[in-house]
């Protein structure tokens, strides 16, 4: 750090966040299997939006996206005067920390939670307070006991990455009910479209006051690279939230392609049922090799090994095929793998390299 020149307090405490790697020194078939995203792509009608959309790069975009909340609106049944879009749920959770939370105050989230609560606290100056997790899974009571009176953001992942595990939306309610008057309960959905008649927490969201919900195009949509995401709240915390929103946050391309994306119901269906069955033939090959899981409702799997150094040796037998998965140990989770689900040939490739793999740790 800089003598003089400091950035705010906080920020150097931010250890940077590293994607899932994609690249193996001197291979080129490799399967990247460490950023759950979706192993079909973007889909056809966003594909053929992203090349519609060349055609306007010398036009701002509009300000109010008003279209793709209209459309999501629709897809979702939702009311589109509350919702507000940004470039990946990312950016939401960051205008939720610079809005309401700073120096004094404090974040708080689960245990194994995603790693952007933290960052985004401490680049808005606040305090991240961690809430132990019970077999994996987000804990009610865990959290309702790490509450303060300086708590003023609840972030909890349902479904969660990187453990899988969801809870019922009656504790999600519960969580909301409990919460000190101050504090706002922000449930990310990143996952929500996989877990089978979940809302993500809609329906919470239009009875209370105290309830965000954060969304995204990068996983079911198959639009990582795109950068879309999208938060449905009460008035009032949209209202903050598009303070803190620059007005060209989205570019024609983003919002254009994303439109497209939520209209593509075939790609929508193959990739959902795709998912759910080579989901469960994952994990129920990994259980039969003697590598436990938990019921995953997202598109990976967290496969548990004996130790952190068997997980080391079995994602290092899988690199040396060709599959790159995700270690987890920045999730204080070292003796486990997160599988993204891919096609039907990297699943069996991936069974079939942890299989002999196993047989060697007999
Ligand atoms: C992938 C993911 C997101 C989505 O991030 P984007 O910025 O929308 O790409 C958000 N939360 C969790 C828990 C995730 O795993």
């Excluded at 019922?168 to 409990?178: C, M, N, Q, Y």
Aim: hydrophobic share 45%.
């Amino acid at each position: 750090m800089h003598k003089h020149i400091r950035p705010q307090p906080g920020i150097m405490d931010i250890a940077l966040y590293r994607g899932g790697s994609s690249k193996i020194a001197g291979r080129d078939d490799v399967v990247k299997l460490s950023s759950n995203e979706n192993p079909f792509g973007a889909g056809d009608l966003a594909r053929q939006a992203y090349a519609r959309a060349g055609h306007d790069l010398h036009r701002y975009p509009p300000t109010d996206h008003a279209n793709l909340r209209a459309a999501l609106a629709g897809h979702f049944g939702l009311d589109a005067t509350r919702i507000i879009c940004g470039a990946g749920s990312d950016e939401i959770i960051s205008f939720l920390c610079q809005a309401y939370a700073g120096p004094g105050d404090e974040v708080l989230y689960s245990q194994h939670g995603f790693l952007m609560y933290r960052i985004s606290a401490l680049a808005a100056g606040a305090t991240p307070v961690v809430a132990a997790e019970r077999d994996r899974t987000t804990d009610v009571d865990a959290l309702l006991a790490a509450v303060s009176e300086r708590t003023r953001l609840v972030f909890i992942a349902n479904p969660n990455n990187p453990t899988g595990t969801m809870i019922p939306l009656e504790d999600v309610a519960r969580l909301a009910k409990g919460l000190p008057k101050q504090a706002l309960l922000v449930l990310d959905g990143a996952y929500a479209e996989y877990a089978e008649g979940y809302d993500g927490g809609a329906a919470l969201v239009d009875t209370r006051q105290n309830v965000v919900m954060t969304r995204t195009f990068s996983k079911l949509f198959g639009l990582g690279g795109l950068r879309v995401g999208w938060g449905y709240g009460p008035q009032h915390v949209i209202d903050v939230l598009n303070r803190v929103r620059g007005p060209f946050n989205l570019s024609n391309v983003q919002l254009d392609v994303a439109e497209a994306a939520l209209g593509d119901a075939a790609h929508i269906a193959r990739s959902l049922s795709e998912n759910a069955r080579l989901r469960d033939w994952l994990a129920e090959k990994l259980n039969a090799l003697g590598v436990a899981t938990d019921l995953s409702l997202a598109n990976f799997v967290l496969a548990r090994f004996r130790d952190a150094e068997q997980a080391a040796a079995c994602n290092a037998a899988l690199m040396a095929e060709g599959l790159i998965v995700r270690q987890v140990e920045s999730y204080g989770l070292p003796h486990a793998l997160r599988i993204t689900v891919g096609d039907e040939s990297a699943c069996r490739r991936v069974a079939h390299v942890i299989g002999a793999f196993m047989e060697t740790q007999r």
